[in-house]
């Protein structure tokens, strides 16, 4: 059973899961099929008055595209140790050749309020209205530093801003402290 808490509550875990092997990002392509994509940089906090998730995305990702069109993501986080394959499967993989969720045996499901779905397996859920989007390029960078050491092309994130509209997490989550 997964239970609704505050966007807040354990945040903690989101972002030992984000340090460590990542969490899958989920939003519909164009057909509407889900697309999980592993990522392992995000930030949750308040922006215009609501609770927000921000989510960085390369322009070489199938999932870019995806985002440019769709009206929601979700962000699934595994529970600690596990998926790995299916992380990393997600993260090396393109969902322009195949179908990513069902090749590594993830179950898309229906979310409460976005029409991106969340993933069965994973044990913490945030449901994601986009509210913006913005492409950064090399002109934005204060850092040259953060310029040179994550961007040796011009294949630039795509930051994209998600109102958090819902998060639940499995009932074995909510015992943990």
Not at 40 to 68: A, K, M, N
Not at 152 to 173: N, P, R
Request: hydrophobic share 40%; glycine share 6%; charged share 25%.
């Amino acid at each position: 059973m997964k239970e609704e808490i505050t966007w807040s509550d354990h945040v903690d875990h989101l972002k030992r899961a984000l340090a460590g092997e990542g969490v899958f990002l989920v939003v519909l392509d164009r057909s509407g099929k889900a697309n999980p994509m592993t990522i392992g940089w995000g930030e949750v906090g308040i922006v215009w008055s609501r609770p927000v998730f921000t989510v960085l995305v390369r322009r070489s990702r199938y999932t870019y595209d995806c985002l440019l069109t769709a009206d929601s993501f979700t962000v699934n986080v595994p529970p600690t140790g596990q998926l790995k394959e299916e992380l990393l499967f997600c993260g090396t993989k393109s969902g322009r050749d195949l179908n990513k969720a069902v090749a590594c045996g993830l179950t898309p499901v229906a979310a409460r309020e976005v029409s991106s779905p969340i993933i069965k397996e994973c044990t913490l859920h945030y449901e994601c209205l986009i509210l913006a989007r913005k492409q950064l390029k090399a002109g934005d960078f204060a850092s040259t530093e953060v310029l040179e050491q994550y961007y040796d092309t011009d294949d630039y994130h795509m930051i994209v801003m998600g109102e958090i509209l819902t998060v639940y997490a499995d009932e074995d989550l909510l015992r943990i402290k």
